[in-house]
């Protein structure tokens, strides 16, 4: 009889076993959906330089402090300076240069007033003379000061994390053009079982189409991996062997089908008993039975029950944090809420049940989850996946669960 262990186990093995791969480096706008493998410093300060934050006029805040509607200042322009210029021009006391966003602040000048605060306001040519009628609040108003944001050596980007658009922004406006990043995970996905039917074959008595396979390379690829292959086998134990044996190029071989205790699961009988890995059943449900192993070499194997939504349970719970922590990730799990349940259901004492399900978020303040199916966690409810938003957690000891009790969810979109 296989052993019977806690998911944190069966987990805690396989990350055990789990190495994180090499790196390399790549330019910035290549290292999208990558994960960083090591720290990214500011290459220079954000802002470079102080510059104005509005659209105005550059003065001494000594001219402008006393400037009010019934007491305006006049001052003289004596230059304009646009977005990009190099100019540096002289202010003088009783100057002003016009100045427009993200423009460099002349070296004289200690304050910027808006268009809006003068009579003149924006006009096509650059006036001779500017009305100030408001006071900027004080010295340094509507100015970025140089290195506000960032200063050079300062950490931009933090390893384990993953570069996505905003990461690629932050980078380059630091000067950062290259970026250290895991190399992707080459996974191969094994579906196995004699029943099942791939592509447009017609089905005779007895046949299932196969959907696990492609619903586990679309959640890999969503996970940062190279998928190198998806193949379906006969309840057969050369051809599962012989199978694995042809992946050694991969990293992580996931198999689905044939772990549990029927006599034609080829899986178990075949990599069982060549040694290449262990069977386990887990307190939880769906996905009970499941199978792991971390060869000397070849790539780390994990077997999931066969049923899409235990296989997608699987992956979840098992399949996924591996991904990651070989990609150095430094958050493996996915977002848990609390919500309410829209409706009760059973629960199995002794193990730990996942039900898909879909969230009602009309009222943000109220979230309810509702079984996207009504056989709640049946293992072969397939059309369930298509609607589910998550998968409601609910503990071992639990023998239901009740409308309106708080349940944790794994978000899964």
């Known amino acids: 009889m296989a052993d019977v262990i806690e998911v944190e186990q069966h987990l805690a093995r396989i990350l055990a076993a789990t190495p994180r791969l090499a790196s390399e480096r790549v330019a910035v706008r290549d290292a999208v959906g990558r994960t960083l493998a090591a720290d990214a410093a500011a290459v220079h300060d954000v802002p470079a330089f102080e510059n104005s934050s509005m659209d105005g006029f550059a003065v001494r805040h000594a001219d402008v402090a006393p400037a009010s509607a019934e007491r305006p200042v006049r001052l003289v322009v004596v230059a304009d300076v646009p977005a990009g210029s190099a100019l540096d021009p002289a202010l003088a006391p009783g100057q002003a240069v016009r100045i427009m966003t993200g423009s460099v602040l002349p070296s004289e000048a200690d304050t910027v007033v808006p268009f809006e605060d003068t009579l003149e306001g924006l006009t096509p040519d650059v006036p001779p003379h500017v009305t100030v009628v408001a006071a900027p609040g004080r010295e340094g108003a509507f100015v970025r000061a140089r290195a506000d944001d960032l200063a050079v050596g300062e950490r931009v980007l933090v390893a384990g994390t993953v570069v996505g658009p905003r990461q690629v922004a932050s980078a380059l406006a630091t000067g950062v053009t290259t970026l250290e990043v895991v190399r992707r995970p080459r996974v191969a996905i094994i579906t196995s079982g004699s029943e099942l039917v791939r592509g447009d074959e017609p089905l005779t008595r007895g046949q299932v189409p196969e959907s696990s396979g492609a619903m586990l390379a679309a959640l890999a690829v969503e996970a940062g991996a190279e998928v190198v292959s998806v193949e379906a086998v006969l309840d057969d134990d050369a051809a599962v062997l012989d199978t694995v044996r042809g992946l050694a190029h991969a990293d992580l071989v996931v198999l689905t089908g044939g772990v549990s205790a029927g006599a034609y699961d080829a899986v178990k009988s075949a990599l069982g008993g060549a040694g290449l890995m262990q069977f386990f059943h887990v307190r939880m449900q769906p996905g009970k039975p499941q199978g792991f192993g971390a060869p000397a070499s070849g790539p780390l194997l994990l077997g999931l029950?066969?049923?899409?939504?235990?296989?997608?349970?699987?992956?979840?719970?098992?399949?996924?944090?591996?991904?990651?922590?070989?990609?150095?990730?430094?958050?493996?799990?996915?977002?848990?809420?609390?919500?309410?349940?829209?409706?009760?259901?059973?629960?199995?004492?002794?193990?730990?049940?996942?039900?898909?399900?879909?969230?009602?978020?009309?009222?943000?303040?109220?979230?309810?989850?509702?079984?996207?199916?009504?056989?709640?966690?049946?293992?072969?409810?397939?059309?369930?996946?298509?609607?589910?938003?998550?998968?409601a957690v609910v503990p071992a000891g639990a023998d239901s669960v009740e409308a309106g009790q708080l349940v944790d969810v794994m978000l899964v979109t």
């Open 305 to 391: 029950p066969g049923n899409p939504v235990s296989t997608a349970v699987s992956w979840e719970v098992f399949v996924r944090p591996a991904l990651l922590a070989l990609q150095g990730r430094t958050d493996l799990h996915r977002r848990v809420v609390r919500v309410r349940a829209a409706t009760g259901w059973r629960s199995p004492v002794g193990r730990r049940q996942y039900v898909p399900v879909s969230l009602d978020v009309s009222d943000p303040a109220a979230w309810l989850a509702r079984p996207a199916s009504s056989g709640h966690s049946g293992s072969h409810l397939v059309g369930s996946l298509a609607l589910a938003d998550g998968y």
